[in-house]
């Protein structure tokens, strides 16, 4: 009778590696017993003398891996292989790019300083255009601020107060001499703490990294410093990047200090939502903006993959990861927005398009709308909120026109995330310092880089095809619309669009019974931030959600 095994052919070197992983296994010979032991994983069916014959390539392979391992590779080095989210046939949008931020009436100093807290960039700007208030003094009000909530949020990781000051009167000298740089000239601002800054410490909220000084500074960084922004504070991200929890503790939500912020970008969205500064830099692998905003009732921009350069971030997932603001307003998004965008020539996956915004837009007219409609109307938690939204959208003009996603098994091709990440911190795994990090349970990332060693080559590359697949018919399905609106979760879609790099804005859109925000999603077409922009900031201008906050942190 013929004997098989249930073979992983594309892991068995590497099956055999994960299940002793912190042992020496060079001279420890890999046997049809080793095979056999490996047979569950993934259902390949091979004879004995089939899985006998592979044992000359699988300890080949295995050499092959030790040589490779020998060599140090940092965080920072990308495969020799870029994710491009382009469908066949897409053409870019060939109108010269045109920002044009909203015409504002005139905007008066508050008489109780507390206010400034929570006004927008673009209030802030006039603020400082019109010389009512200097960079430095905006800068010490916000740092004071962070140093006295930061006690009962966990939002901080590094104050650079020094830097901030520093950073403030050269805004303040330049302003005065008539060099004025634009909105963001003199704003204060905080970033996640995964971008580098030179001459401190870029800890990425873990453990084994919390001493790390990376001696180069983030393209994003050097961009807003060159839009005069000041950066104030390093914020808090979950550990390496997945939750709100850090070597620190949990970052909490300013509207339920029982609660964390959810994460990763947990900092950057509690300190914004409870006012400690005008605006933060986030990332977003599989919701790391969108699910913090949610929680925190701020407005988050997820832009395109490849908008926005990475150089300087570190590393989760190559093909996922992507960079972007998370603010007060949607008009604020598309100001920090306009100022990191663009290719940076070493950030490979980047693509140059054109970014037109017009901040003075007040009608829906031109502009196709959809929304998932199945996901609206199944019955879920925040479906009233939901509702109220797309009425308001009919009320301002808005024909909604029904759409479903592709039907695409989104939540298992996440295992290209899962393998990335684990290849990203392969070290970690190999050197046991995976075992210093603070969360140990199933669902971390510990854990989870362990399993992702048994993801063969063929499966992740399998995936990509099939992500081939889907953003091609995301193409067609989004072909006659501009826009369209989905639940913020609870459905495909945050995962379906992370993994085909499309573009969202999610903001607040109303407010569960306890008194938790609730958010809304507008999604983009490919590169089509603009459009994007406009219909959601429409739609902002006609509520008032993100103009609420947290009662007591309004001293």
């Given at each position: 009778m013929k004997k098989h095994y249930v073979l992983p052919l594309a892991c068995v070197g590497s099956l055999f590696l994960g299940a002793f992983i912190h042992q020496k296994l060079e001279n420890q010979p890999i046997t049809t017993n080793v095979i056999r032991h490996a047979q569950s994983l993934l259902g390949l069916d091979f004879t004995e003398a089939e899985a006998d014959s592979m044992l000359f390539d699988v300890t080949d392979n295995r050499r092959n891996f030790e040589e490779i391992r020998k060599v140090s590779i940092n965080n920072e080095v990308a495969p020799a292989v870029t994710f491009n989210p382009l469908p066949i046939g897409f053409t870019f949008d060939k109108t010269p790019s045109k920002f044009t931020?909203?015409?504002?009436?005139?905007?008066?100093?508050?008489?109780?300083?507390?206010?400034?807290?929570?006004?927008?960039?673009?209030?802030?700007?006039?603020?400082?255009?019109?010389?009512?208030?200097?960079?430095?003094?905006?800068?010490?009000?916000?740092?004071?601020?962070?140093?006295?909530?930061?006690?009962?949020?966990?939002?901080?990781?590094?104050?650079?107060?020094?830097?901030?000051?520093?950073?403030?009167?050269?805004?303040?000298?330049?302003?005065?001499?008539?060099?004025y740089r634009g909105l963001l000239h003199g704003i204060p601002y905080g970033a996640k703490d995964l971008l580098a800054k030179k001459g401190y410490k870029t800890t990425w909220g873990s453990v084994p990294f919390k001493d790390q000084v990376l001696d180069y500074d983030a393209t994003v960084i050097t961009r807003l410093e060159e839009a005069g922004a000041v950066l104030c504070a390093k914020l808090t991200l979950g550990e390496l990047a997945w939750g709100d929890v850090w070597f620190g503790g949990t970052t909490k939500n300013p509207w339920n200090l029982k609660r964390g912020s959810s994460g990763s970008s947990a900092g950057s969205a509690s300190s914004v939502s409870a006012g400690l500064l005008p605006f933060a830099i986030g990332s977003e692998t599989l919701g790391s903006i969108v699910s913090p905003s949610s929680e925190c009732g701020t407005t988050g921009l997820r832009p395109s993959f490849g908008r926005v350069p990475r150089t300087g971030a570190m590393a989760l997932s190559w093909s996922m990861d992507k960079l972007g603001p998370i603010c007060r307003t949607v008009e604020d998004c598309a100001i920090v927005f306009n100022a990191i965008k663009g290719t940076d020539g070493k950030d490979l996956s980047t693509i140059d398009a054109s970014f037109s915004f017009n901040g003075n837009r007040k009608d829906l007219k031109g502009i196709r709308i959809a929304y998932l409609k199945k996901d609206f109307d199944r019955n879920y938690p925040t479906k009233a909120q939901d509702s109220l939204s797309l009425v308001t959208l009919r009320k301002l003009g808005a024909e909604l026109i029904p759409l479903e996603l592709p039907n695409y098994p989104v939540g298992d091709m996440t295992i290209i995330l899962s393998a990335e990440a684990a290849t990203a911190f392969d070290e970690l795994t190999r050197n046991g310092k995976d075992d210093t990090m603070v969360r140990q349970i199933k669902n971390a990332w510990p854990n989870s880089f362990r399993a992702s060693r048994f993801i063969p080559a063929v499966e992740y590359l399998q995936a990509n095809r099939l992500r081939t697949k889907l953003i091609q018919e995301m193409e067609t399905k989004l072909k006659d619309i501009d826009v369209y609106i989905s639940p913020a979760f609870g459905n495909a879609n945050l995962t379906l669009t992370n993994l085909s790099g499309h573009p969202c804005v999610v903001l607040p859109n109303g407010f569960r019974p306890e008194g938790r925000p609730t958010s809304i999603t507008f999604m983009g077409k490919l590169f089509g931030e603009g459009k994007l922009l406009e219909v959601a900031k429409i739609y902002q201008d006609a509520t008032d959600f993100h103009k609420k906050h947290p009662e007591w942190l309004k001293k």
């Open positions: 931020p909203s015409l504002t009436s005139a905007v008066k100093l508050p008489v109780n300083k507390s206010d400034l807290a929570f006004m927008s960039v673009r209030e802030l700007a006039e603020l400082i255009r019109t010389k009512q208030i200097s960079s430095l003094e905006l800068t010490q009000f916000f740092l004071e601020r962070l140093k006295t909530y930061d006690k009962q949020l966990a939002c901080v990781i590094t104050l650079t107060e020094d830097l901030a000051i520093q950073q403030a009167k050269k805004a303040d000298a330049e302003i005065a001499k008539g060099k």
